[in-house]
Structures are given as C-alpha cells and as structure tokens.
C-alpha cells in the first residue's frame, strides 16, 4: 500500500510565478522581442541591440523563461518564435493578442488594491477612472478577436434559421463595433450605444454600414421601439446583479417572440460545483476575478443568465464557441425543440 502524496508548496508557487511569468510576457512584448523574431532567429546579443536592452545576458534570461512558457523555441543558442507566438504574438497577425496582454487584466493598480475592493463592496474611485481611461484601449485589443466571434454567430443564426439578416440590430455596449460590423454585412440597420468616450474607436470601424450611434448608460438612452438581434457582449459580467439584470430586461423590451439575444460572456462555474469544476473554469474565473478588481461586477453563472431569460420567457437554446474559450448563448421567446441546448 503507498501512502499519501506529500504535500508541496508547489501550488503556492505555481501562483507567484504566474505572477512574474505575466510580467515576463509583457516586457517582452514591451521591448518588442517577439516582433523582432519575426524577421528570423536571433541570438542574445543582437536581440538586445535590436530591443535596447543593456546586457544581452538578461535576454538570455527573459528568453529562457519564455521559452519555459513554449512562447518560444532554441538551438544553437538562437531564439526563434513557437507557432503560438507567431499567430497571437506578433503586432502584424490578424490574430494577435498583444494588446490583450497589455490591457486585458485592466488597471494594473487595481491588483494590489484587491483586498481593499473586497472589503469595501466596490473599487475605489481611483480605479474605476482608471478603468475608464483604459476602456478605448481595451475594447480596441479585443477587437479582433470578437470580430471572429461575430462572423461565427451570424453564420451560426442563419443556418439554424434564427434570423435572415435584416431588420434592426441593437448592441448594448458595443465597444470596438466589431459584432456590429459582423452582423450588418447583410444590410441590416444598426444602433451602437455605449459611453461617449468609446464611440469614435466604433464609428471608425463602422464606417460606411447604416448605423446609429448611441453615447450614453445603456440602461438609459433613448432606443428603438423595435430589434430584431440585441447583442449583450461582454458587458454583463462588468455589472452588479441588479443592472445586469435590468439590461437583460431591457434586451426583451426591444425583441419580439422571434427576436434574438446574444450573450457572450465567460460564465463562472456554479457556486456549488464540485472542486474539479473549478479548475476547469479557471480562466472564467480569473476573468470573473478581474472584473471584481476594477468594477463592481463579479462575473455570473449561465444558471443565473437562465434565470434572468426565463423571466421574461425566453430560453438559451444553443450554446456556440465559434472561438476558443468565446462562448455565446443564443436565447429566444420562439418555441424550439426541447433538450439541453449545451
């Protein structure tokens, strides 16, 4: 009989270095040392002349880790980027994510001041402006990627007939534009509401498409009596219970019975599941977490969106990823066949 694995601090570790092994990732993209690889393999000391770092010993270093982190890839003492790196790391790729890695944990300031956010109910003042600064330039980093998203879902509406592409598309917090110029590229007539500060990044993207453009809180601008597609992306895990709520609330007042809402989000696990469920989640919840340390939202549960659907007699009726880890539930009023839609 074997006895018990012994208990490590490896998983105490495992978070610190998660810590340090961000920061890493970011400087590197801060030097511009993946851009750099683009043009072939390098070795430390023209890296570092190419990046401006001092001693091209602590390149060594900083590629050592990134390599650990399979972001990068060796031999003969040269560095060269990993398949990875070379889709989501390099400024020039459709699918980079540099300005996630850059913006997409929010105000880094936020992070040390977690515990105090957690004890006060909400983030401080500071924070929240800080949020607001950096807003533009997150939602244009996440473009790319939502713009995949979208494409995906308006081709996943019309194949399973939810909706033909016409009528009055309503994006409540629409960020970039990206679900609006996705879902209008059949014709359809589009409102773009969000703050005034986030619009202009919108209206460029959307020039040219029959849009809109709404500034102002969402659940408080004037609307259209009517929407055949309201889009609720990302925005609902920024807000506590009762506006979250009142904005899905707000989503039916403009649908008809086959009117489509859109919700993508990352949807923690439920409160009550099991530890394994938790650590499938864990980017859901790091999200979640995220959202906590700079607003007063806290993430929500896809029982929650249920229940919150269901009050005004709607349904998820599909479940769709048409990117990694982008899930978005597809709800409606129309009568559909029954079964578990995920």
């Not at 993209?29 to 002349?49: C, H, K, Q, Y």
């Not at 001092?54 to 900083?62: I, Y």
């Not at 896809?302 to 709607?314: F, K, P, R, V, Y």
């Amino acid at each position: 009989m074997t006895g018990a694995a012994p208990v490590t601090p490896a998983p105490v570790w495992d978070v610190i270095n998660g810590f340090a092994g961000y920061w890493a990732l970011h400087a590197a993209v801060e030097l511009g040392v993946f851009d750099r690889l683009a043009d072939g393999p390098a070795d430390s000391a023209a890296l570092a002349a190419a990046t401006g770092v001092h001693d091209p010993a602590d390149v060594t270093l900083l590629a050592q880790l990134l390599t650990a982190q399979g972001l990068l890839d060796t031999d003969a003492g040269r560095w060269r980027l990993t398949p990875t790196a070379e889709r989501f790391l390099l400024s020039s790729s459709p699918a980079s994510m540099v300005g996630l890695v850059r913006h997409s944990p929010g105000p880094h300031a936020a992070w040390p001041r977690l515990a105090a956010t957690l004890r006060a109910g909400a983030p401080a003042d500071a924070t929240r402006d800080a949020l607001d600064t950096l807003y533009p330039d997150l939602v244009a980093a996440t473009a790319g990627t939502q713009s995949a998203v979208a494409h995906g879902v308006a081709r996943e509406l019309g194949e399973r007939g939810l909706w033909d592409g016409s009528g009055t598309v309503v994006d409540l917090g629409c960020g970039s534009g990206a679900w609006l110029d996705a879902l209008l590229a059949g014709g359809a007539h589009g409102v773009a509401v969000d703050l005034p500060h986030v619009l202009p990044g919108a209206r460029e993207r959307l020039a040219g498409r029959d849009v809109e453009f709404v500034g102002g809180d969402y659940l408080a601008v004037d609307l259209p009596a009517r929407a055949d597609v309201v889009v609720l992306a990302h925005v609902l895990r920024a807000e506590d219970d009762e506006r979250a709520r009142a904005l899905v609330a707000r989503a039916f007042e403009l649908l008809p019975d086959n009117g489509v809402l859109l919700v993508a989000d990352y949807f923690r696990p439920p409160d009550d599941g099991p530890a394994d469920s938790y650590a499938a989640a864990i980017h859901d919840l790091v999200l979640a977490l995220t959202m906590r340390a700079s607003t007063r939202g806290r993430g929500l549960t896809a029982a929650t969106l249920d229940g919150w659907c269901a009050e005004h007699g709607a349904r998820t009726v599909a479940v769709v990823e048409p990117v990694p880890r982008q899930r978005v539930h597809l709800v409606t009023r129309h009568p559909q066949p029954t079964g578990d839609p995920r």
